[in-house]
């Protein structure tokens, strides 16, 4: 089983660490004009040579992990529509820009540029700029919705094979509602002023 990653950030180079570290293959798909000689980058690059564009990465992998900021989302729906993306597993990462039209959010494109895919949101909880955005490591969990049984089964297992505890959310029109949820975390941070980290955390009773 193979996992792609596809994006830049600090997010997708993490959570790519830590697949590695458990001992999974991962390749990282970037865009053209990526810089990998920032450190960390091409440690990866230098010792597991896996970076590539976008849609090498596609199709390569089993698992696609979209983990890149939103100014880069349309390159990566081009890629998408430009593979064969049939049975392929593509979980979303990433949110939406805040406003007040939460409900447009990018999933909908998704679904054009993958229509034959099984499609999932994960991980989105994290940030693109996890880990900073977790300085004292208390996000243990994360949300993930989408359909296909089987599939849901599969998404589960990767998100607590790197040590997430993993929440079913329901079916994959909900991820508009985990997206709020991270921008909830955001405004709150905002508002109180102060230069802290806001989270929550699921509590049953």
């Not at 999974?24 to 970037?30: A, E, I, R, S, T």
């Not at 593979?83 to 998704?110: A, F, G, M, Q």
């Not at 300085?135 to 993930?144: A, H, M, Q, R, S």
């Amino acid at each position: 089983m193979k996992i792609g990653i596809l994006g830049g950030t600090s997010l997708a180079k993490t959570l790519g660490k830590k697949f590695i570290e458990a001992g999974l293959d991962v390749v990282f798909g970037v865009r053209p004009d990526f810089d990998t000689q920032e450190p960390e980058w091409k440690m990866l690059n230098r010792l597991h040579h896996r970076i590539c564009p976008y849609e090498s990465a596609i199709i390569q992998s089993e698992f696609v992990l979209i983990c890149a900021d939103t100014g880069y989302l349309p390159e990566i729906w081009m890629s998408l529509k430009n593979t064969d993306t049939e049975d392929k597993l593509i979980i979303d990462c990433t949110n939406t820009v805040y406003d007040d039209r939460i409900k447009n959010s990018h999933i909908r494109l998704l679904k054009k540029a993958a229509p034959k895919a099984h499609l999932f949101k994960a991980f989105n909880n994290l940030g693109i700029d996890y880990p900073m955005s977790d300085n004292l490591g208390v996000i243990k969990e994360t949300y993930y919705c989408g359909e296909d049984v089987p599939e849901k089964i599969r998404v589960k297992r990767l998100i607590e094979f790197i040590g997430f505890k993993a929440i079913d959310a329901g079916k994959f029109e909900n991820a508009a509602l985990l997206e709020a949820f991270y921008h909830l975390e955001r405004e709150i941070a905002v508002n109180k002023s102060q230069n802290s980290q806001y989270h929550f955390k699921l509590i049953s009773a």
